[in-house]
């Protein structure tokens, strides 16, 4: 893992948003972590030219990205024909993206991996020849096979492994189930590459399950989506390839230090997705540990902390806990710290300040709870519980209306009669076209923030 100087880093800041107030008694301590990078100097995923050279280009300097795109050959994807042709178009296009300098393979994934391009165990360096060699490459992409997206994984595991690049990524795309390996190959596959490599996941057409590759994107730290319309395969790829190209630090990790007593109930991201990261922790030293958050450009997240603090008496106060964005030392050395924030416990006996709930933990508790609903509504609704079907999509439109989450009320719309959307009454749609109930699960943790 690199240390990087701070006119190469970008600039974090870490902003904490919480009522520290608790009553008499009083344990649990809820705080929103907002953690915001700004001037990276990133290229917006722009190609690089010789106007405006590459950092990845400079001579002697390692490259600043390795990119390895892994594209479903299997035999579904001949059904229909112009599925496979878009699949190449769109990888094309993404080429088209990659910033002269950084580094890139093509898979072509079947029940077995090939490196297409540029073959050999290797990766390839961009510039203008490589994109045409790769692009003309794309022609040996065809269609016959079964589905193991694990070996895919591995392939993509040691291409990466052989770049010195700190921002290592993957793009994954599947139009089927993973049906010709074991669950436990695949999740050994995300075990090993969790540490090693981002990946972004996409699904084409509804042939493939959702809870597969949105777990895919969640155990590598990337994107899930949906793109039920193969024609839009290419403007989903360079969307994604140009996110990729905008990563500046990689590896960077929430450390969150607490004091004897104290105990992390959970950590989660809620914005600009939901993503679970109490198990994920790694411990750092006495009474700290390190939750993953991957590679980061100009952007900011929202990170949701709740602590148990020990008992105390009015008046008492206490520092909870200590967030800290950290970049570890590749010798097990110091971090380099990027940011801090500290979440404070004070007791009162005040009843309007420790009954006070802080808007932005309102706002992302009804934001998680809405994710887990959605999920759990789709799921009675495809067990025949239509009854917790209705409760649960109803207790979705509620939350999403009350959010101004209009994205997600959209979806819902798709699958539910809304009645009353301040109150949850809704009816189930008696026929949901398959894309719109797969569109929904895929994009159900995608919040919004807080409106100001």
């Given at each position: 893992m690199a240390v990087f100087s701070k006119s190469q880093v970008p600039q974090f800041s870490v902003e904490v948003y919480q009522n520290e107030y608790l009553?008499?008694?009083?344990?649990?301590?809820?705080?929103?972590?907002?953690?915001?990078?700004?001037?990276?100097?990133?290229?917006?995923?722009?190609p690089l030219t010789s106007a405006s050279p590459s950092p990845s280009a400079i001579p002697g300097q390692p490259p600043t990205a390795a990119v390895v795109i892994m594209v479903d050959c299997s035999g579904s994807m001949d059904y229909p024909p112009t599925k496979m042709?878009?699949?190449?178009?769109?990888?094309a296009a993404a080429i088209d993206v990659l910033r002269d300098g950084v580094e890139f393979a093509v898979i072509s994934g079947t029940h077995l991996a090939n490196d297409v391009f540029p073959g050999g165990g290797r990766l390839a360096v961009a510039d203008a020849s490589t994109r045409a060699q790769a692009k003309d490459s794309l022609r040996r992409l065809s269609a016959g096979g079964g589905t193991a997206i694990g070996t895919w994984l591995r392939l993509a595991d040691r291409l990466l492994a052989t770049s010195e690049s700190g921002i290592r990524h993957g793009i994954l795309l599947t139009d089927g189930r993973n049906e010709h390996e074991s669950p436990e190959d695949l999740k050994a596959a995300l075990d090993t590459g969790a540490s090693r490599f981002t990946c972004?996941?996409?699904?084409?057409g509804t042939d493939w399950e959702v809870k597969e590759v949105t777990g895919i994107a969640s155990a590598l730290l990337g994107t899930a989506d949906i793109v039920a319309n193969p024609s839009e395969l290419a403007a989903d790829f360079t969307g994604m390839m140009e996110n990729a190209m905008g990563k500046e630090v990689a590896d960077v990790a929430l450390r969150l230090w607490t004091p004897v007593g104290v105990e992390i109930k959970f950590v989660k991201q809620v914005a600009p997705t939901v993503e679970e990261l109490t198990g994920r922790r790694t411990e750092a030293g006495p009474r700290a540990g390190d939750y993953p958050t991957g590679s980061w450009g100009d952007e900011s997240r929202d990170y949701h902390v709740c602590v148990q603090v020990p008992e105390a008496g009015?008046?008492?106060?206490?520092?909870?806990?200590?967030?800290?964005?950290?970049?570890p030392a590749a010798d097990g050395g110091a971090p380099q710290v990027l940011s801090q924030g500290l979440i404070r416990a004070v007791w009162t006996d005040d009843m309007v300040a420790s009954t006070s709930i802080n808007p932005q933990v309102a706002h992302y508790t009804g934001q998680a709870e809405l994710a887990q609903v959605i999920q759990q509504g789709l799921d009675d609704r495809k067990s025949g519980n239509f009854d917790g079907a209705t409760a649960k999509l109803g207790r979705a439109v509620q939350l999403a209306a009350a959010s101004g989450n209009e994205d997600t009320a959209k979806l819902l719309s798709k699958v539910v009669d809304g009645v009353d959307a301040a109150t949850g009454t809704v009816r189930l749609k008696a026929k949901v076209a398959e894309a719109d109930e797969m569109t929904l699960e895929t994009r159900s943790t995608k919040t919004v923030r807080v409106k100001k």
């Amino acid at each position: 893992m690199a240390v990087f100087s701070k006119s190469q880093v970008p600039q974090f800041s870490v902003e904490v948003y919480q009522n520290e107030y608790l009553p008499e008694g009083g344990r649990e301590v809820n705080a929103i972590v907002t953690v915001t990078s700004t001037g990276g100097g990133t290229s917006g995923g722009a190609p690089l030219t010789s106007a405006s050279p590459s950092p990845s280009a400079i001579p002697g300097q390692p490259p600043t990205a390795a990119v390895v795109i892994m594209v479903d050959c299997s035999g579904s994807m001949d059904y229909p024909p112009t599925k496979m042709r878009n699949a190449r178009d769109a990888t094309a296009a993404a080429i088209d993206v990659l910033r002269d300098g950084v580094e890139f393979a093509v898979i072509s994934g079947t029940h077995l991996a090939n490196d297409v391009f540029p073959g050999g165990g290797r990766l390839a360096v961009a510039d203008a020849s490589t994109r045409a060699q790769a692009k003309d490459s794309l022609r040996r992409l065809s269609a016959g096979g079964g589905t193991a997206i694990g070996t895919w994984l591995r392939l993509a595991d040691r291409l990466l492994a052989t770049s010195e690049s700190g921002i290592r990524h993957g793009i994954l795309l599947t139009d089927g189930r993973n049906e010709h390996e074991s669950p436990e190959d695949l999740k050994a596959a995300l075990d090993t590459g969790a540490s090693r490599f981002t990946c972004d996941a996409r699904g084409v057409g509804t042939d493939w399950e959702v809870k597969e590759v949105t777990g895919i994107a969640s155990a590598l730290l990337g994107t899930a989506d949906i793109v039920a319309n193969p024609s839009e395969l290419a403007a989903d790829f360079t969307g994604m390839m140009e996110n990729a190209m905008g990563k500046e630090v990689a590896d960077v990790a929430l450390r969150l230090w607490t004091p004897v007593g104290v105990e992390i109930k959970f950590v989660k991201q809620v914005a600009p997705t939901v993503e679970e990261l109490t198990g994920r922790r790694t411990e750092a030293g006495p009474r700290a540990g390190d939750y993953p958050t991957g590679s980061w450009g100009d952007e900011s997240r929202d990170y949701h902390v709740c602590v148990q603090v020990p008992e105390a008496g009015i008046g008492q106060e206490m520092l909870a806990a200590r967030a800290s964005l950290i970049i570890p030392a590749a010798d097990g050395g110091a971090p380099q710290v990027l940011s801090q924030g500290l979440i404070r416990a004070v007791w009162t006996d005040d009843m309007v300040a420790s009954t006070s709930i802080n808007p932005q933990v309102a706002h992302y508790t009804g934001q998680a709870e809405l994710a887990q609903v959605i999920q759990q509504g789709l799921d009675d609704r495809k067990s025949g519980n239509f009854d917790g079907a209705t409760a649960k999509l109803g207790r979705a439109v509620q939350l999403a209306a009350a959010s101004g989450n209009e994205d997600t009320a959209k979806l819902l719309s798709k699958v539910v009669d809304g009645v009353d959307a301040a109150t949850g009454t809704v009816r189930l749609k008696a026929k949901v076209a398959e894309a719109d109930e797969m569109t929904l699960e895929t994009r159900s943790t995608k919040t919004v923030r807080v409106k100001k």
